[in-house]
Structures are given as structure tokens and as C-alpha cells.
């Protein structure tokens, strides 16, 4: 009776471990969601128990691009067995994934999918892969109207910021916190490292040179992440008519403004690396110049020249063609004598030797031509380019912006939400 028993209860238990894996192979159950994140980091995104009450049963837009990237886990069948694996998969897809109601998608400057030149025209479309419809947010609609959100309760702002004044996505948060707060739509901002929140610096705009590229009195570098500098804007009553924007920052964890941060995806066409990232502020000076950045080579924003520089100073050339980022670059098919930067040590300040000697060397018609308007919305003021021009050294130039980052540093202190 015994063995009988024994005999029953094993065909028993066999049937009913293929009737489970039948079930998990329809189903395809995906176990519990886990955290992954880069240098100990966890973003915001990833923090999904953070923030699905917020947005579950919710009618969502979701502002984001190829930075948005969620850790997450899947599961798919491969000759006929299950297999586990842990992918980046896009913020909107992960989101749809879990049945949040994304209705929209808004694009900022390069687009959805991060291609299009700086300064590019980016159309209104359909995302292929998941039928949205895509609204940019780059051009003459820098806001979004009270049509494009009707319906909408909720937006979800994640992109990856670069911590540089002149970077517009910082400007494009302005605008959606704006549209939020004269619309009554909640917004939430999942917080992303800022590769150069290690230091403070730069000229601190003026009001009169705002612009897009410019709005908000801040050093060209501020310390502060996009979730930081969101509570800023509100605090500061910087939108319109001093509206305040219903705002919940989804932070960071295990993170200090003082690590070192290797962005996982570019968060632009030009900026394809650290290096680049850690020279963009000082370099993208020369955008307002006839001095090239880079752009058209493979080396953007770590190298530099122009046909005015002097071969005999400079020795290293690249030529300019148009590539991935860059349809028409400056200086196209032109020999560029230049610096090769890619091996410079990393900057904890602006660097303005490359800019100042590159104006005493200038070849350029007497120099009348190496600055262009450009410059000033780029410096927030008009006293850099005549200081450069009057002759100063950098450390006279420094001395000049001091008093206003310390008064500036007071005020960020308000807003940190790191050390």
C-alpha cells in the first residue's frame, strides 16, 4: 500500500508542475520588478513604487526623449523555455506596460528619439512603435497649449539634463511647469544625475538677455539636478504671473552632487561621451564665434579650431563634413587648425584660456567677425565679450562673476535635494 501511495502521489505531482508551467508560459509571469542602477545610483524612473499612485487611473503625458530610459525585467520564450532578462527599455513603453494611461508624448529639442540636429525643426508625428502621438515641444510651440492637454491630469517629465544654462532642456521644464499651472495638471519630475553638478561657474544671466537658450538668472553651470532645479523654478517664482506648478520630485538615491557620473545614453547628438560632456560648458562658448566645436567631426565638443587660426600655433586640423547630429556644420569641408582636447585632464571650472587665446590668434578681418550675437545670449551678458576684447585675463574675468555666484549659491542652498 505504501509504494502504491508513493507511486499516486508522484504522478500527482507531476501533473500538477505541467499544469504550472503550462500557465507561466501563457501568462509569461515576470517575477517580482527588482532595482538596477549604475555607480550605486537609483533614478528616479526606476523608483516606480514611488510614484504609481500617482499616476495609476490616470490620464498621462510624458515628456521625454532617448534619455528616458527605465530598468526593468522581461520575460520571452526561446525554444520553447522561458527565460528571464533584465533590459532598458523606454519610459513610455514601461509605463504602457504596467497599463498607465499615457495618451501623449512631448518632445523637446533633437526629439523623441534624440536625433535631430541642435536648432532643428522637429515635426509633430505618430511613434511608430507605440502609435502616440509625439508633440514638440522645439520651435514655435515651446509650450504646451491648453488644446494639447485638454484631458490630461498629469505629466511626467524625465529627461536627462547636462547641468549647462545654455542646454534647453532646462528651459523646456520652465515651460511645462508654465503649462501645468495655468492648465491645473499635476506634475511629476523623475530626477536624473547631473554629470556636472561638481562645481559652480560662469557669468550669472541678466534679464535683458533672455532667451531660450537663457531664461533664468543662474551661472552657465548651476550644481544642481533637473529635480533641484525644478523646485527652484517654482520657489523662485519664476513662471509667469508667479504661478506655482503642483510639483512632486521623484529623487534620487545613493547620489551626491559630488559623483562622478557617466551618462549610460548621449543625452544629445553632439555630446557622445563624458569628455564632451565635461568640456560642453566651456566650449560651447565658441558657438557664438566663428570657431568651430566640433561639430561634423567624431570628436564634438573636444576639439576646436577654425581656417583663421594660425597653423604655426596650432598644429592639430580636422575638416568639418556633415554627419549624424550635424547636417550642416560650420566651417563644412574646410581644413580647421585647431586643439585636440580628448586627452585634457577634467574640468572642475570653466575653462576660458581656449577662448581667450583663440580671439588674440584669430586671423579673422581684425577680429570684427569672431563674435557673433549669438555670443551674448550664450554668456547671459554683454561683458565678456568686451572683456575678452579689452584684453583681461581669465582671472580678472572670474573675479567679476563672483559676487553674484556666491548670492546665487545662497539661493540654490533653499532647493537642494542632495549633498
Not at 576639439?303 to 598644429?315: H, N
Amino acid at each position: 500500500m505504501l509504494k502504491k501511495f508513493k507511486f499516486k502521489d508522484t504522478i500527482l505531482l507531476v501533473l500538477i508542475l505541467c499544469l504550472f508551467n503550462l500557465s507561466c508560459k501563457k501568462k509569461k509571469i515576470i517575477p517580482k520588478e527588482k532595482i538596477f542602477f549604475s555607480n550605486n545610483i537609483v533614478v528616479g524612473a526606476d523608483r516606480f513604487r514611488k510614484y504609481i499612485s500617482l499616476v495609476k487611473d490616470k490620464k498621462i503625458a510624458v515628456v521625454a526623449n532617448q534619455t528616458s530610459i527605465v530598468k526593468s525585467n522581461t520575460a520571452f520564450i526561446k525554444n520553447g523555455e522561458e527565460i528571464f532578462s533584465f533590459i532598458n527599455i523606454h519610459l513610455v513603453d514601461f509605463l504602457l506596460s504596467r497599463k498607465i494611461k499615457v495618451q501623449k508624448v512631448f518632445a523637446p529639442e533633437h526629439g523623441f528619439r534624440g536625433k535631430a540636429d541642435a536648432g532643428e525643426h522637429v515635426k509633430n508625428g505618430i511613434d511608430s512603435k507605440t502609435k502616440l502621438p509625439i508633440i514638440s515641444l522645439y520651435g514655435k510651440n515651446k509650450k504646451p497649449t491648453s488644446e494639447q492637454l485638454k484631458g490630461i491630469e498629469t505629466i511626467i517629465f524625465d529627461i536627462q539634463d547636462v547641468g549647462v544654462r545654455f542646454y534647453t532642456y532646462i528651459s523646456t521644464l520652465h515651460y511645462i511647469m508654465e503649462a501645468c499651472a495655468e492648465n491645473n495638471i499635476s506634475l511629476i519630475v523623475l530626477d536624473r544625475p547631473n554629470p556636472n553638478a561638481h562645481y559652480i561657474d560662469g557669468p550669472v544671466l541678466e534679464k535683458e538677455n533672455s532667451s531660450f537658450v537663457g531664461m533664468h538668472n543662474v551661472p552657465v553651470v548651476y550644481g544642481m539636478t533637473i529635480g533641484e532645479y525644478a523646485k527652484m523654478i517654482n520657489g523662485e517664482n519664476w513662471l509667469t504671473n508667479n504661478l506655482k506648478c503642483n510639483l512632486t520630485v521623484i529623487s534620487l538615491q545613493n547620489y551626491t552632487h559630488q559623483i562622478k557620473y557617466d551618462l549610460p545614453i548621449k543625452p544629445s547628438p553632439n555630446l557622445p561621451n563624458a569628455k564632451a560632456i565635461n568640456l560642453y560648458p566651456s566650449l560651447a562658448f565658441f558657438e557664438g564665434t566663428n570657431i568651430s566645436c566640433g561639430r561634423g567631426t567624431e570628436k564634438q565638443f573636444q576639439v576646436f579650431g577654425s581656417p583663421f587660426l594660425p597653423k604655426e600655433k596650432y598644429a592639430f586640423t580636422f575638416t568639418p563634413k556633415p554627419n549624424f547630429g550635424s547636417k550642416h556644420p560650420k566651417h563644412n569641408g574646410k581644413i580647421c587648425f585647431g586643439e585636440n582636447l580628448t586627452n585634457e585632464s577634467y574640468l572642475n571650472q570653466l575653462n576660458l584660456s581656449y577662448l581667450i587665446y583663440t580671439y588674440e590668434n584669430s586671423n579673422d578681418k581684425d577680429k570684427k567677425t569672431f563674435f557673433n550675437s549669438f555670443f551674448t545670449k550664450l554668456a547671459g551678458t554683454k561683458k565678456l565679450q568686451k572683456q575678452i576684447e579689452s584684453g583681461l585675463s581669465e582671472t580678472e574675468i572670474r573675479s567679476t562673476w563672483q559676487k553674484k555666484i556666491d548670492t546665487f549659491k545662497e539661493i540654490r542652498k533653499k532647493y537642494l535635494l542632495y549633498k
